[in-house]
Every structure is written in structure tokens, then in C-alpha cells.
């Protein structure tokens, strides 16, 4: 497809269990973005994959939370021992490179993630 | 501590007048920025950016406005039209490359 791809599109699990979302960017795109909203909230980043570069995860809200990148194609989030916090929208992004000056990052659609 | 503060989370603008939407920013290292706008179940689109060598960009009906030294930006719709009522986010970053850091997002509401 020509955009950025989300799966699953809703999720719902059970408090404890793991879950992984999984992103494919546009093709061609070497940075990728794990970000998420929860209800009523901002977009919050969590992690940022640039090429080869070591990731930015100072967003990760904490150690249940983990990225991977297989390198400059999908992405996949792991959420270890869900907690009801944990529901929210998770939204994944792709850019060409870094940020610049007529340069942008697309959105997917998001995977919904209830924990009941 | 936000970096990227939309002070209004939300607006309501009768159709044909002016919506100005406003962000601030703490981080002077900040140099790129950006809105976007979300419908309800959508993902984010991009709708205007400005570098921070510029203090106005404008598309069509959108322009933003960058005051650096007050380190506030704001995004101008004119006119506003009932289909452009979505949540507005703010977003900053470095081209230097870090991720972009955005706001909480002001909800526009366009009546007609």
C-alpha cells in the first residue's frame, strides 16, 4: 500500500497478557515513529528509529514497553503484562530521513489497544 | 515538563470567520514545526510547517505564524469552513533529527 500500514486495527486483552502491534512504513522511509494517544490525551512519544542509528527511547513509559525495527522496513511494539493504563490509540509514523524543511511524517491509522 | 503546550483545548468559530489556534514551545533547540490535523478513528494528517527561519508560511486558507523570540507559533484559518472542525495538534522538532514532540491538541469546532 502507499501508506503507512497498522495491525492489528483493534485490540482488546486481557489485563497481564502481552500484546505487539505491528507497523509497516511507506516504503522507502528510514525513520519510524511509535507514538500514542489515550483518551481525552496528546500524541505521546514513545520511540524513534532513524536508519542504523540507535533508537530514541526516551519516550517508553517503562521496561513492559520494548521496539524493534527489522531494518528500514517493519516495526513491531511490545507490551509486556498490560495494565489498564495501557489502553490507548498506537499510533505508528514514517518519514524520509530526518525532519527538514518541506519534510514530514505520515501517520497509519492506529491500533486501538483496550485492556480490560 | 511539556515541551509543546496547547494552552486551548478547544475553539468554537462560526462558518466564513477567522479560527486562530496557538502553541508554545519550551525548547529553543526546536527549529522546525509543524500542525497536523485528526478526525475521530483517523491517523494524524499534516497540514502546514514552518521553519524557523521563516516567520510565516502559508497554504491556501492555512498560514502559520512563528514568533521566535516568544517561542509561539499559531496556525490561521481563514475562512473557516465546517469540514475543517477536527483536533488541531502542534508539533516541534529539531532537523538536526530527533522525533517530533507534540501538544495536546485543540478541538475545532466550525458551525455553520
Known amino acids: 500500500g502507499a501508506g503507512v500500514s497498522q495491525s492489528p486495527s483493534n485490540k482488546v486483552t486481557e489485563k497481564g497478557k502481552d500484546v505487539e502491534l505491528r507497523c509497516d512504513p511507506i516504503s522507502g522511509h528510514t525513520a519510524l515513529y511509535w507514538y500514542r494517544q489515550r483518551l481525552g490525551q496528546g500524541l505521546e512519544f514513545l520511540i524513534y528509529?532513524?536508519?542504523?542509528?540507535?533508537?530514541?527511547k526516551s519516550g517508553l513509559p517503562s521496561d513492559r514497553f520494548s521496539a524493534e525495527r527489522t531494518g528500514e522496513s517493519v516495526s513491531t511494539l511490545t507490551i509486556q503484562r498490560t495494565q489498564q493504563e495501557d489502553s490507548a490509540v498506537y499510533l505508528c509514523a514514517s518519514s524520509i530521513g530526518q525532519i527538514s524543511s518541506g519534510n514530514t511524517i505520515y501517520f497509519g491509522e492506529g491500533s486501538w489497544l483496550t485492556v480490560v | 515538563d511539556q515541551q509543546v503546550k496547547q494552552n486551548s483545548p478547544s475553539l468554537s468559530v462560526q462558518e466564513g470567520r477567522i479560527s486562530i489556534l496557538n502553541c508554545d514551545y519550551t525548547n529553543s533547540m526546536f527549529d522546525y514545526f509543524l500542525w497536523y490535523k485528526k478526525y475521530p478513528a483517523e491517523g494524524p494528517t499534516f497540514l502546514i510547517s514552518?521553519?524557523?527561519?521563516?516567520d510565516k508560511n502559508e497554504d491556501g486558507r492555512f498560514t502559520v505564524f512563528l514568533n521566535k523570540s516568544a517561542k509561539h507559533l499559531s496556525l490561521h484559518i481563514v475562512p473557516s469552513q465546517p469540514g475543517d472542525s477536527a483536533v488541531y495538534f502542534c508539533a516541534a522538532g529539531n532537523q538536526a533529527g530527533t522525533a517530533l514532540i507534540f501538544g495536546k491538541g485543540t478541538t475545532l469546532s466550525v458551525s455553520s
Open positions: 528509529f532513524q536508519g542504523n542509528s540507535a533508537p530514541d
Open positions: 514552518i521553519s524557523s527561519i521563516k
